[in-house]
């Protein structure tokens, strides 16, 4: 087993990854960038290194600062978290050369699996059905118009190296491919330093339903059931939750799902966590969209309803060891959900809204998790995802789950910014979504839907204006002897602004 | 008490017949009519379970005027909400646009963000080049 790990990464997913280790009596050392002295992760860790500016790509994603972090503690692992490095073959590569264990699987079955188009053919040489679209990286529209002529409207751009909605457009008409197909590409090149765009058949009012693999390297590998995370705004993942709703009403969608997720993952040689994604329609066919290669932001769904704790798990397959189960002692228990807060304004077209966090109150209670990066006082940075924690809720029901999650919303309270605790709200409140009826356009079109505004209790106002004047009283000095004080002018002006 | 307590723009009178407490800083417990609340407050605004309230003091023995004429120029400058990078330059000077027309996309915090006019008219100036890091507030295009 390994003494000490680094954790490449910072945020909630860098203290998630440092709990687990102090449970398994395993040293942590965190990284930090300039703009991040204060994190929680920093606070958090045994040890701590410091690894260059506030810009991600000379720390976070500078891989030999990494390294030399990793070598002047004395680690002998590194755990790569998500996001930033987690899926850089390169990465990978490099820490298996400079003697660390990377907490995943190989560089080359991230290699595989990271272009998506490559990607697409291990899948299908492994049996998993996969969308119509182009074998190849297009670096022109007009191969990209000739698919769509012959598969039809409506298509989608994705980037060959993409991921996080990147580099992702939906185009509809033929009139507008060109400029989609370059916005695309600008962005994935941007994002990514690879500009190669291909297309795929669009599948209308699809959901987005994927299974989580786990593999050993002695070549055992068992999937721990689906997520579905169809309620997504940007092709970013909204909420997440397991069990999939649709494959609760079909049940046999989950065993051939994962089989083929598991034929996927062993035609890319994979072990250790990994994700495969489909796109399912409701009457229970599916296709393959892509894997990712790493531990995922929505895992504590599966770690509800499993019982399992999969960084942990991660961590033993690292370290050599068998997977301590067989596929059949897998049992799913309940319904777990998972929302994702985030510093963003959800009234105000979503904007960023970074800055201090002024009060924090974080729900807790019956089957309540909150994993969080962040602690009142700590100023948001600018330079990374807005991302504050993930609140994950455990029921014996999805009916209950959601109760519970409105609950805990209820509790939570971020003060001085804006979050999207609010849209939770909404979507929990929505019937087609408490009816499990849900696709990956869901949440555009609850967007577009008139706002239905809380009845407002007029006690309530009363109620405030009553709070108001004593949080004035308490701001003011007791006795004011001097009525022309400079300093109590000022604070009267600071009041009337 | 001569303060006027304002609750979402409107005068509103302190509820009588209930007990208040700060009980953690910036946290109040209320109880009136037998029924329990809890309110918290950070900056101007009261948050009560899932209603939030903005609400201002004014003392009338300091007269001061505010608000007035805001709107009076017949000019809409475009800010900047956050500090940013310019990604993308819709629209050129001389253009006319109308309300809720993308002007400047503006990228922070990994997201890009499409800055809109707030109303019709035609853009009399651009103040940013594509990849100008901008700060808060700073005046991205100015429509007329």
């Known amino acids: ?109 991230i290699r595989l699996m990271g272009s998506k188009t490559e990607a697409r053919r291990v899948a299908q040489s492994g049996g998993a059905p996969i969308v119509p679209g182009t074998e190849q990286g297009l670096t022109s529209s007009t191969e990209a118009a000739a698919f769509a002529r012959d598969a039809g409207f409506p298509v989608m751009l994705k980037a060959v190296a993409g991921g996080g909605g990147k580099g992702m457009r939906r185009v509809d008409r033929a009139q507008d491919l060109v400029a989609a197909f370059e916005g695309a590409s600008s962005e994935a090149l941007r994002a990514f330093g690879d500009g190669r ?22 070549g055992n590998m068992v999937h721990l059931g689906e997520r579905e995370c169809s309620v997504q705004r940007r092709h970013q993942k ?14 046999e969608m989950r065993q051939r799902m994962g089989e083929a997720a598991i034929r996927a993952a062993r035609a890319a040689g994979y072990y250790n966590a990994g994700t495969v994604e489909f796109l399912a329609d409701n009457s ?33 397959v690292a370290a050599g060891g068998h997977l301590p189960f067989t596929q059949d002692q897998v049992s799913l228990r309940g319904a777990a959900i998972e929302c994702r807060i985030y510093a963003e304004d959800p009234a105000n077209n979503f904007f960023p809204s970074p800055g201090r966090i002024a009060h924090l109150a974080e729900p807790s209670g019956p089957g309540v998790r909150v994993d969080s990066g962040v602690y009142p006082g700590w100023t948001v940075p ?12 455990w029921a014996d029901t999805r009916e209950h789950a959601i109760e519970r999650m409105l609950r805990a919303l209820g509790e ?14 909404s979507i929990l409140n929505d019937a087609a979504f408490r009816a499990g009826d849900l696709h990956t356009g869901y949440l555009d079109q609850l967007l577009k839907a008139p706002v239905t505004r809380s009845l407002a209790v007029p006690e309530l106002a009363g109620i405030a204006a009553l709070v108001a004047s004593q949080q004035v009283a308490s701001a003011e000095p007791a006795v004011i002897k001097e009525t022309q004080s400079r300093w109590l002018s000022s604070g009267r002006e600071r009041l009337l602004r | 008490m001569s303060r006027i307590i304002k609750i979402d723009g409107e005068s509103v009178a302190p509820l009588a017949d209930a007990t208040v407490v700060e009980v953690e800083p910036g946290v109040y417990s209320v109880l009136a009519h037998g029924l329990s609340w809890e ?21 009338p023995r300091q007269w001061k005027r505010t608000g007035a004429g805001a709107e009076a120029h017949g000019r809409a400058s475009i800010l900047a909400p956050m500090p940013g990078k310019i990604v993308r330059i819709l629209v ?53």
């Open chain 1, 1 to 109: 087993m390994f003494p000490k790990i680094l954790i490449a990464n910072r945020g909630e997913i860098a203290l998630r990854i440092i709990r687990t280790l102090r449970e398994m009596g395993i040293r942590s050392v965190a990284v930090y960038s300039d703009a991040d002295r204060g994190a929680l992760h920093v606070r958090k860790a045994d040890e701590a290194a410091h690894i260059g500016p506030a810009a991600s790509s000379e720390s976070y994603l500078n891989i030999e600062r990494i390294l030399d972090a990793a070598r002047r503690h004395g680690a002998t692992a590194i755990h790569p978290g998500y996001g930033f490095l987690s899926e850089n073959a390169k990465f990978a590569q490099a820490c298996e050369d400079a003697g660390f264990t990377f907490i995943g699987p190989s560089a080359e079955s």
């Open chain 2, 39 to 59: 309110a918290r407050v950070t900056a101007d605004e009261i948050s009560i379970g899932d209603h939030r309230f903005r609400f201002e003091v004014e003392d």
């Open chain 1, 197 to 218: 765009i291909y297309v795929e058949k669009l599948i209308e009012n699809a959901r987005h339903i994927e299974i989580q693999v786990f593999g050993d390297r002695h």
């Open chain 1, 382 to 393: 600018l330079e990374y995802d807005p991302m504050l924690s993930k609140l994950i809720v």
């Open chain 2, 92 to 144: 050129q000077v001389g253009d006319a646009v109308v309300a809720g027309q993308g002007i400047v996309v503006v990228e922070a915090m990994k997201m890009q963000n499409e800055m809109k006019a707030p109303r019709d008219g035609s853009v009399t100036a651009i103040q940013v080049k594509v990849n100008d890091s901008v700060i808060a507030g700073a005046v991205l295009a100015v429509i007329e």
């Open chain 1, 238 to 251: 909204v909420i997440e939750e397991s069990p999939s709703p649709l494959v609760s009403r079909k049940l």
């Open chain 1, 412 to 425: 939570y309270y971020v003060g001085g910014i804006k979050s999207n605790i609010p849209l939770f709200q």
């Open chain 1, 284 to 316: 229970g066919n599916f296709y393959f969209l892509e894997m990712n290669t790493r531990l995922q932001v929505e895992h504590p769904v599966t770690e509800l309803v499993t019982g399992l704790d999969l960084v942990r798990l991660q961590i033993h």
